[in-house]
């Protein structure tokens, strides 16, 4: 008798265990593309104050959200709980992967074997860098020119293509960085919004545009950038609500990259004989006076200002001017200022420096032509910015100018000349279409980034 109530009792508590002891792993979905984000849930069919041990996923898995849930029961007298674990995740390659068993205290899940279909390989039959051609959501850029020389202003066209509608308030799409070389990058302009057709399917497009000046020659890789979004659930397209409430019925978290792509920079050009490499379209150099030029006198000062203006370089790229300064006068200059033009179209730097000229004498003074070697980077040739000399006269007594014997004097005194220090880099025809509502929610949100 004692035999058998023993035994009865270890069943008994082998029931309870099983019945109290099971946790289970499932997903919504064992097939999907790389980008999109699964579900994974985690079940304890009892109340536990022990969490999963959610670090065997790190490795293969981004834990975008989660969540624990803990539900409650009593039914005829007999109590249950269960606590649940909601994970959003994003796989970090395609290929199979497996979700691993994962411990929760004392038990432990079945690992779950997924599909990760790779839609995001670069288009080779164009000459857009990185691309991606997942089906509903692309990010594609373009750079020009396609050979830039080292310092030269390039072109960056980001593209964010969407053959879906987004839900505007969960968009976002981060800036290219430079991930190999060093450069500047800038945004241009605003964000546009055009739309283009692709193999038959319609895609709404938002434009950005950015200036990149390299720094050094070799290669220079733009990393992947990055999309977060929601595209609408399958089942809003039949409610009959859907046209006005697209995402009253949720949606799918996505995630789309770029490809990382490299840049090759050539060097200067071998044939260059400038002080300074300057590549750009266009370099002017213009001068002013504060004061008209035949009303000067002895002991007054005048205020030269000079700008040098760069069609395609910043405004810190530009070298300071060596100003000849005629014997008999004291010239004096200020801090460089900088200024950048942003256009949409690229950069025009201005570096403006001033000059004080005094004379200590009357007479007839000259300020000899000032140049300026750059590179023309549409013509491929060296290039001469000028000013022309400059002669005025200055009314009072001639400046005495005594010549010492030579014959007492080892060598003449040189002609002096001021020059400023040299700026370092700072650290720091498509056609048109009526675009929907949502596209310009979108363009305004990525325009705030």
Known sequence: MVKRIIIVSLLWLMMVNLSWATVSSSVDQTELTYGDALQLTITANHGTGV???????????????????????????????????????????????????????????????????????????????????????????????????????????????????????????????????????????????????????????????????????????????????????????????????????????????????????????????????????????????DKPLDQLKAGEPVTLTIAIMAEGLAAEQLPALTIPVPVGMKAYSDQPLFNDQVRDDGVIGIRQEKWVFIASGGGEFTIPEITLDWWNTKTQQQELARLDATQFKVGGEPLVVNTPDPATVAKPEPQHSAQLPSAQPSSDTRPQHTMPWWLWAVLLVLMGE
């Open 51 to 289: 969490a999963p041990d959610l670090s065997v996923l790190n490795d293969d898995f981004e834990i975008a959200s989660q969540r624990h849930e803990s539900q409650f029961s009593l039914i005829n007298g007999t109590s249950s709980q269960t606590s649940r674990w909601i994970l959003s995740l994003y796989p970090r390659k395609s290929g199979k992967l497996v979700i691993p068993a994962i411990t929760v205290g004392a038990e432990i899940t079945d690992p779950i074997v997924l599909t990760i279909n790779d839609d995001t390989t670069p288009n080779s039959t164009n000459n857009d860098k990185g691309k991606s051609t997942s089906a509903d959501v692309l990010i594609e850029f373009e750079i020009e020119p396609k050979n830039p020389l080292v310092q030269q202003q390039i072109i960056l066209t980001q593209r964010l293509l969407a053959s879906v509608r987004l839900d505007n308030t969960q968009a976002s799409l981060t800036l290219p960085q430079i991930e190999q070389g060093k450069g500047l990058v800038r945004q241009l302009g605003s964000p546009t919004a055009h739309n283009r057709v692709i193999q038959g399917k319609r895609y709404d497009v938002i434009e950005r545009k950015f200036a990149l000046m390299s720094q050094q020659s070799g290669t220079l890789t733009i990393g992947r950038t990055i999309f977060d979004g929601v595209i609408p659930d399958a089942n809003a397209n039949n409610d009959p609500l859907g046209h006005y409430f697209a995402f009253s019925l949720g949606g799918k978290s996505v995630r789309r990259f770029s490809k990382p792509f490299d840049i090759t920079i050539a060097p200067q050009d071998p044939n260059y004989t400038g002080q300074y490499w300057l590549p750009a379209k266009n370099i002017s150099l213009n001068a002013s006076w």
